[in-house]
């Protein structure tokens, strides 16, 4: 916990920025009717029978710091799908930084080895080498300012009915182009000195 309270404090440095990391999951759901638009003096009638499409995985990363974010859906959350969002993070997303420092929970695919099971060994040690891990404790997922990112996505984009994983992928690319456009920043007020008082409880007792 202290490890990532600590990062939270650094300053904005492009060279090393802070990213947080986090997944989730959204069902696919189509209608089987055909949902009657809303018109003046009447809202939209949706009917309560619906089919399952499957479920699509969704991955989100965000900089605290500069108010950026990027969230994309797949089909399977493996750990060659984890492996090559951090390539596109490191490559494509912050390609001048010197190391990344990413806070992620324990997830089991939430690893260098799972950049040595998709890649050459060259290739993964490349992108290994300018990864800096923080993971957030055991039942300390509060702690990755993801989760944040992610109940407002939830809030704002996926909390309606979505039939396919085309109509998911534009509804979060446009989502994301909107919460980048206003450059919303967490403001993260929860420190060390904080948590040595308030979680005084899960301190050994010496």
């Given amino acids: 916990m202290e490890d990532v309270l600590q990062v939270y404090q650094l300053p904005y440095d492009p060279n090393y920025p802070q990213v947080c990391m986090d997944e989730t999951n959204k069902q696919l759901i189509g209608e089987v009717q055909a ?59 912050y390609p001048n930084a010197i190391r990344v420092r990413l806070v992620l929970d324990n997830l089991n695919t939430h690893g260098l080895a799972a950049l040595y099971e998709t890649f050459e060994p060259q290739e993964a040690r490349r992108l290994a080498e300018r990864l800096e891990f923080h993971y957030t404790p055991k039942h300390g997922s509060w702690l990755n300012m993801a989760e944040i990112e992610l109940s407002a996505l939830t809030g704002q984009c996926l909390d309606r009915r979505i039939p396919d994983l085309e109509t998911l992928r534009s509804y979060l690319v446009a989502w994301e182009n909107d919460r980048n456009n206003r450059q919303s920043k967490i403001d993260w007020r929860f420190s060390t000195a904080d948590a040595r008082i308030k979680l005084k409880r899960l301190y050994p007792k010496i």
């Fill in 35 to 93: 949902p009657v638009a809303c018109a003046p003096g009447r809202p939209a009638l949706i009917d309560h029978e619906y089919v399952r499409n499957g479920v699509a995985q969704i991955f989100l990363e965000v900089e605290p710091l500069a108010g950026k974010r990027h969230v994309a859906a797949f089909e399977h959350r493996t750990r060659k799908d984890w492996a090559w969002w951090i390539k596109g993070m490191l490559d494509e997303r």
